[in-house]
């Protein structure tokens, strides 16, 4: 994995692909997968859902930080056991074979496994809306993996593939900013 | 457009798509595009990030509604068109060849050539994170539509269109609420 510059974070992000957030409690690991996010700026600033009813948000909210890691659809399988089952009773890094790495700021850890990640520190919690607000601090692709198709979650238990990218660079020149 | 039943309205989001948000100020429509969206529920609860930047995030407060629509891929010049230039200047559904259609709930109107439709009622602005929480309150579908395929800004000018579809609903089943 080599690092990315942040400027250009949130593009692993602003085509909503389902993720993998992982968190350190103090003592474990855990990873949940996640669908309900949001890029709110060009700058790394990204908005979770998550609540009191996934284990993961008592690490998040005590430590203050966590990664969010891009699985590609070669790992949807793993996606999917990771949402449908709890931290409380699992290793889910064991059980689905993934591997922690040890990022530079946070102390959740990477996936190895995955096309993308991005350490990120919890900046505000909104509570009425249970919306976490994260701000990106480092991010690192695997610009030597094949699969690079990312998958979007319907939220009927079904999802869509990345399919054939279409270039609209010179229309939105004056909307993007420099460096992404 | 047959309305769809409110409790599968998420499902039209979840997944990312690029969309485009009318609004009413009272005198004009206008349209405005955006891809910084969130599903915040398994209820049609919607986070969009906006602010005074955009020339409708004045009709919105004001008028404390929008519509969702969501455009499809043979309409993706339109949404780059629309996200490129500004309500105070231009009338979008007259530029860009759009039919207004009035809705049952709130002032703004739907879009005829989307594929789907969401009319929606500001219930919270967080103004800290420029944050506009939004209730849907009727859904549309133009299900003789052929060309379904949704499209996902990456951010950078390229947009990534919907592929194919991967059916994990069996395993599932106990994660996706009933009537979706």
Tied chains: 1, 2.
Aim: net charge positive; glycine share 8%; hydrophobic share 45%.
């Amino acid at each position: 994995m080599r690092q990315l510059t942040m400027s250009k974070a949130f593009t692993l992000m602003e085509s909503g692909p389902v993720v993998l957030v992982t968190t350190h409690d103090g003592q474990k690991d855990n990873i949940m997968t996640v669908s309900w996010t949001m890029v709110m700026d060009f700058t790394p600033v990204f908005a979770i859902t998550t609540g009191e009813w996934n284990h993961s948000f008592a690490a998040l909210r005590k430590n203050k930080g966590c990664v969010i890691a891009i699985p590609t659809v070669d790992l949807l399988d793993k996606v999917v056991g990771i949402g449908t089952c709890s931290g409380t009773d699992t290793d889910k890094f064991a059980k689905f074979k993934l591997t922690p790495v040890r990022g530079k700021v946070v102390a959740a850890p990477l996936i190895k496994e995955c096309l993308a990640n991005i350490e990120c520190k919890v900046i505000d919690i909104i509570k009425r809306h249970n919306i976490v607000v994260l701000e990106g601090v480092a991010a690192y692709i695997d610009a030597a993996r094949r699969e690079k198709r990312t998958v979007h979650a319907v939220g009927d238990g079904t999802f869509i593939v990345d399919g054939r990218k279409l270039d609209r660079r010179k229309l939105m020149t004056a909307k993007i900013p420099c460096g992404v």
